[in-house]
C-alpha cells in the first residue's frame, strides 16, 4: 500500500501543509528537503555532505547521468549512457559495442569526439530579474521576446565573468528562474566498457523489468591539459552489499517531468502527443530494422539508434498505459476538483481559476501542431540546419538569438557542429528517404514547398542523390561554413545546404507559433503553481528539467501479481538466468564471463532496487549511503515506474540499480583489470 505522510516543508514557493506520497521528490540543491529527511528516516543533511554530493555528479550531453569516482578523474556512468560515444569508436575492426574495451594503460584510453560533461558549481535564484524584464500588460509574443532577451543577457555575463557554462532554467512552471552555472569537461576518454551482451543481458525483454541481471555500467576519464584530471571531490567506494531497508541517495539529472499538468493536459498526453510519438518511433524501429538486415556492417551502424528508439518504444508505452488506466485520471481529477473548489471559495485566489481553461484551450492548439514539422531527423540534415541558423543568428544582437545560438551556449554548439564522429551515407540516405517521405504524407505531394525539394524525383533517388553530393561529412567544409559565416553559406551549393535554406522559413514560423504556445502556458502554469501553492503549498520540489537534483529512498521489494520480488540479485541468479533461457540470443552472456566463473564469488550482489523517485535522465546517476560512499549506479526503472512522468507511486514502482560491489568483483575478476578496481573510490 502507499504510504500516504503528511509534512510541514518550507518549499521553493513558501511553507504550508503538503502531501507527499512515499519517497516522493526529486529536490533541488539548493532547496533540500531537511526536515522530511529528518523526520522520516533520522537523516541529517548537511551542507558540506550536499556540496560534496553535487561536485562528484556530472551531467552527459549526451543525454544521462554520471559520477567521479576517483582523484584522477574517472568517471561511472551506464553503458547506455555511452553507448552514444561507443557507436562512434568503433569501427568494422573494433566493435566496442560487441566486444567492450578495457584500457590496459593511461596510453590506450580512447578519446570520445564530442562528449561535454557538465559539473554543477553554483545556483543563483534570478526570478526577480527576469520578472522585471517583462511588461505586466505584454502580449505572449512581447513576452516572449522580453524574456528570451534577460535570460540571453544573464547566461552571457555569467559566462564572461566566470567561464563557465550558464543556463537560465525555468522551474515550477515559469513560478521561478535559477542560473546554473557548470564546469565543462571536454575531453573525455573511455576506460572500460562490457560487451553489450552483459549490459543489456536480457534484451528488450527484460528492459524496464525485475529482476535484473545487468552489468550495465561504463568507466571514463575527463582529462585537463591533455593529463588525467586532479579531482577533490568523488565518491568513496562501498564495498558492502545493501540489505533491505537501507536509506540511499540518487544524484542526477532527471529529464522532463509534467506532474504540474492539469487533467486537460493530461488528456492532450493520452488521446494525441503520446499515440503520434509511439506511430513515429514504431515507424522508424521497422525502418532501422530492416536497414539492419544488410548485413553484420549495417546492423553495427545501425544498432545504437535501433537500440534508442526500442527502449523510447517501451517506455511510452509504458506512459501511455498509465495514463489509459481510469484510476489515474480519478485521482488527478479528484485533486484539481478540490484545489478548484478551494480557489474559488478565496476571492484573492478566484481569478486565477482561468488559469485551467487557458490549459485546455491550448491542448487543441498543440494537437493541431503536432505534424506541423519540417525538421528532417538525420544527422546530416541536423548538421546542415544547424549551421544555417547559426550563420543567421550571428548577425542578429545576442539577446535576440533563437536560444541554443547564443554566445554562452557556442562553445558547446560548436563542439556538437564540429564533431569527428563518423556519419555513414547508407544509413544516412535511408533516414532521410523515410523523412521526406513522412513530409509528403504531412504536407501533401502537392505542396509547394515539397515540389520544390522532391525537384522531379521520388523520396529514395532524392535522399540518394543530396547524401551523395553533399559535403557536410566533412569536418573542415562545416568549419569554412561556420567562420565564413552568412556569405559563405548563402553563396553554398551544397544539396544538404541548400534543402536546409528552403526549409527554413517553414521551420522559423513553425517554431515561432509553437514558442507562442508555450510562453501562453508558461503564464498559465505560473499562475497554476501560484494558486496550488497558496492551497496546498509546494511538492518541495519542480518538474524535471535535466539539471541536477537529490532524490532518496529505501532498499526495498515489492509485491508483483501475488509474488514477492526481493529486492537484490546476485551473479549466480545471473547464471541461472541464462541457463534458464538457453537459446534466446539476447539471454546470452558473454564466454569470458563463463571463463571467469570459478574465479567470481557468484554470492556477490549485482543489481537492487529502491523507492527513489527517479525518471529518464537519471541514467547513470550515482547512489549514495548516509555516509556519501557510492553503493550503485541508476540504471532503470520497472514497469511500474513509467508513470512517474506525472504521478509517482512506491507501491510497486522501483529504481534499478547495478550495485558497487558487483561493478568491483566484475572489473577485477572477470575483465581482470585489479588495478582499475583498485582505484575505484581512491
Known sequence: MTTTVML?????????????????????????????????????????????????????NSGGSGSFVSSDG????????????????STPERNLIDDGFTARSIDEELKAPDLELNQLHSIENVTDRVNAAVEDDADPETAFKQRRAIIATIENESFESTGFRSDVITLFGGAQ????????????????????????????????????????????????DGKPAKLEHFLAWNDQPLQGGELVFV??????????????????????????????????????????????????????????????????????AGLQNPQTFAAKKGREDKLLAAIADDASLAPLADAWQDVAKLQKEKAEMLDQSVNLRSSLFSLAMNTVLLAEEDTKPNEQRLSEFTDAGRESLLQRLLSTAPIYDDLETIKLADELSRLIEVRGADDDLVVEILAGKGPRERAAEIVAGTRMDEVPYRKELVDGGRAVVLQSDDPMIQLTRWLEPE??????????????????????????????????????????????????????????????????????????????????????????????????QLNFVCTADIIGG?????????????????????????????LYSDEQARAVSVSAVGIREAIEKIYQAPDLAKSLGQ
Open 507 to 604: 521551420y522559423r514560423r513553425i517554431r515561432e507559433i509553437n514558442e507562442k504556445i508555450d510562453e501562453r502556458e508558461r503564464q498559465a502554469y505560473a499562475k497554476i503553481t501560484e494558486a496550488t501553492t497558496a492551497v496546498e503549498g509546494t511538492g518541495g520540489y519542480p518538474d524535471a528539467t535535466f539539471t541536477l537534483r537529490l532524490a532518496f529512498g529505501t532498499v526495498k521489494g515489492y509485491d508483483e501479481d501475488g509474488k514477492w520480488i526481493e529486492p537484490t540479485t546476485d551473479f549466480a541468479g545471473a547464471f541461472t538466468h541464462a541457463a534458464d533461457h538457453e537459446g534466446q540470443e539476447d539471454f546470452d552472456l558473454p564466454s569470458r564471463w563463463y571463463d571467469a566463473k570459478d574465479r567470481l564469488d557468484l554470492s556477490t
Open 618 to 646: 537519471n541514467s547513470g546517476s550515482p547512489v549514495v549511503d548516509r555516509d556519501g560512499k557510492l553503493v550503485g549506479l541508476i540504471f532503470d526503472g520497472n514497469i511500474q515506474s513509467l508513470t512517474a512522468d506525472y
Open 251 to 320: 544524484s542526477g539529472n532527471p529529464g522532463r517531468t509534467q506532474r504540474i499538468y492539469t487533467v486537460d493536459a493530461l488528456r492532450y498526453l493520452r488521446d494525441n502527443r503520446l499515440p503520434y510519438v509511439l506511430d513515429y518511433l514504431r515507424r522508424k524501429e521497422i525502418l532501422m530494422q530492416q536497414f539492419s538486415l544488410n548485413g553484420a556492417e549495417a546492423k553495427r551502424r545501425g544498432r545504437d539508434e535501433l537500440f534508442g528508439i526500442q527502449n523510447a518504444r517501451k517506455a511510452y508505452t509504458g506512459m501511455l
Open 74 to 89: 574517472l568517471v561511472l556512468t551506464n553503458h547506455h549512457v555511452a553507448s552514444d560515444t561507443l557507436h562512434k569508436l
Open 177 to 224: 528562474y535559477h542560473l546554473y552555472r557548470y564546469k565543462k569537461y571536454t575531453d573525455v576518454r573511455l576506460v572500460w566498457a562490457p560487451e553489450t551482451a552483459a549490459a543489456f543481458f536480457g534484451g528488450d525483454a527484460d528492459n524496464f523489468e525485475y529482476p535484473r541481471y545487468n552489468l550495465d555500467a561504463t568507466l571514463m576519464r575527463v582529462y585537463e
Open 8 to 60: 510541514t516543508l518550507s518549499g521553493a514557493l513558501g511553507g504550508t501543509a503538503v502531501t507527499l506520497y512515499g519517497d516522493e521528490g526529486m529536490y533541488l540543491f539548493n532547496d533540500l528537503p531537511k526536515e522530511t529527511l529528518k523526520s522520516r528516516h533520522d537523516f541529517e543533511i548537511t551542507q558540506a555532505w550536499a556540496d560534496h554530493l553535487r561536485l562528484s555528479s556530472v551531467r552527459f
